[in-house]
């Protein structure tokens, strides 16, 4: 077996929403009470797949850990988060996705277990400073990760960056359309997102996401 080495890459992938069914599954996502940040709230969910020769098998198991090595904000404790919407789950959009991902990241023959987050962030307060990853440059622990970009409203900031072993930035993005991801090697790679703030303060501040853990299995 062999898999990638690639330290990472940007990207587009195809990523419509002609059904409603990702908008409308952003709409009903539980608050993270994990998250504890004045003024900002992130609600997410999450999903957990076996995946085999293309076939994408949903798992039951919604527990989340990291060891606080890797996450020194939620490290250490044993999550469990809403499930993704059943009926973007029976779509086939997050499979669709994965499948051009894995084929993007050499791991299209591999068996990996997928980790899907979907992740909203947003300023409730004027002035709130959003952290979309408060542990700051990090980790998350995986063999691959990927960010896949759903959409952001009245956002200044955001900017997705990433570093090598020496912890040096070599790329940042600031990501505004539906499907630009960031496809990085977790095991020799960090990353970060940088702090926002509503651009009108008299509007809320968003930033949407979806965040692929890839395992090997």
């Known amino acids: 077996m062999t898999t990638s080495n690639y330290f990472f890459r940007k990207e587009k992938l195809i990523l419509e929403d002609s059904s409603g069914c990702i908008s409308n599954s952003f709409l009903n996502l539980s608050k993270d009470e994990w ?65 051009e991902q894995a084929s993007m990241m050499g791991l299209k ?4 277990r997928v980790n899907v987050h979907q992740m909203q962030i ?17 980790r998350d622990g ?3 990760i990927s960010i896949v970009f759903w959409r952001r409203e009245n956002v200044v900031g955001g900017i997705s960056r990433v570093y090598n072993e020496a912890l040096e930035c070599k790329a940042e993005f600031e990501l505004d359309e539906a499907g630009e991801a960031i496809l990085i090697n977790d095991r020799i790679g960090y990353h970060e997102v940088t702090s926002f703030h509503a651009k009108d303060l008299n509007k809320a501040a968003s930033r949407e996401v979806f965040v692929f853990d890839w395992n090997l299995l």
């Open 35 to 99: 998250y504890t940040i004045p003024n900002v709230q992130r609600n997410r969910a999450f999903a957990r797949f076996e995946r085999t020769d293309g076939l994408w098998k949903l798992l039951s198991d919604q527990r989340f850990y990291q060891s606080e090595e890797i996450n020194s904000y939620n490290g250490g404790i044993q999550r469990e988060f809403q499930a993704i919407d059943k009926r973007l789950i029976e779509s086939g959009i997050l499979q669709k996705i994965g499948e």
């Open 109 to 112: 023959d591999v068996p990996m």
């Open 122 to 138: 947003v300023a409730i307060g004027a002035g709130a400073s959003c952290q979309a990853t408060p542990e700051g440059i990090h």
């Open 142 to 144: 995986h063999d691959y």
